[in-house]
């Protein structure tokens, strides 16, 4: 049990169409990554988001978008869907003990673009 | 640029067999690097890491990982696997302690009875 939850668990839209996402974390957990996984491959990092700032981004174009919320919620939002949007979305929250810093991953939202 | 690579795609091993799955990494600075297993249908949980110090790193499971800085490898080990260690494992690298990582394709592991 990461403590990490993402909703919905699996979801179908067609090209064009907008979607959103939702992450939901710890208290404490200051920083939310995303991360896309397509069938067969490794995740990418799509972006990370500290204290509801975007602080890094990956290879993704502008279409894909977050945010982050006080209560340790964050949103992926992508618009203008594609095909090649199917994947597994991963989100990711991280949070720093004993002087470490330590990242658990949500269950993902598995995404079908037809 | 970074990069990790796991040559194997699929790996088949006996249960009670020894385990090595090969991660190499491409990195400018110095590495935080990362196993994680996902079973299917389900996200990532974290085998082990290793930023510093001793290169050899335990992790849970019964799993351990060798840093080897001269081979830019980071190769995840197991004396004796079991069939519940049936899973996709990612090797990853980052510049911090869990943020911003760059995975490798994955290795599928199958054990027979």
């Known amino acids: 049990e990461t403590g990490v939850t993402q909703s919905p668990t699996h979801l179908i839209k067609t090209r064009g169409q907008q979607v959103t996402l939702r992450c939901s974390s710890q208290?404490?957990?200051?920083?939310v990554s995303w991360y896309q996984q397509a069938l067969g491959q490794g995740p990418q990092f799509i972006f990370q988001y500290y204290r509801e700032e975007e602080n890094g981004r990956g290879n993704f174009p502008p279409r894909f978008s977050g945010l982050q919320f006080p209560n340790y919620s964050s949103e992926l939002n992508v618009n203008a869907l594609e095909l090649d949007d199917s994947a597994l979305y991963l989100c990711?929250?991280?949070?720093?003990?004993?002087?470490?810093?330590?990242?658990?991953f949500g269950p993902g939202t598995r995404l079908l673009v037809l | 640029a970074q990069s990790v690579t796991q040559p194997d795609i699929h790996i088949t091993v006996s249960e009670g067999a020894s385990l090595e799955l090969r991660c190499n990494y491409s990195?400018?600075?110095?590495?935080?690097l990362f196993w994680y297993v996902q079973s299917p249908g389900q996200g990532l949980q974290l085998l082990l890491k290793y930023f510093s110090g001793d290169t050899l790193v335990q992790g849970i499971k019964g799993f351990e990982a060798e840093f080897k800085r001269s081979q830019s490898s980071f190769n995840l080990r197991k004396p004796s696997v079991h069939w519940s260690d049936a899973a996709e494992y990612f090797c990853a690298v980052g510049p911090n302690a869990g943020n911003m990582l760059t995975f490798g394709g994955g290795t599928r592991l199958m054990v027979k009875p």
């Open positions: 208290s404490g957990h200051n920083t």
């Open positions: 990711a929250s991280s949070f720093w003990q004993s002087g470490q810093e330590t990242q658990y």
């Open positions: 990195y400018g600075a110095t590495p935080y």
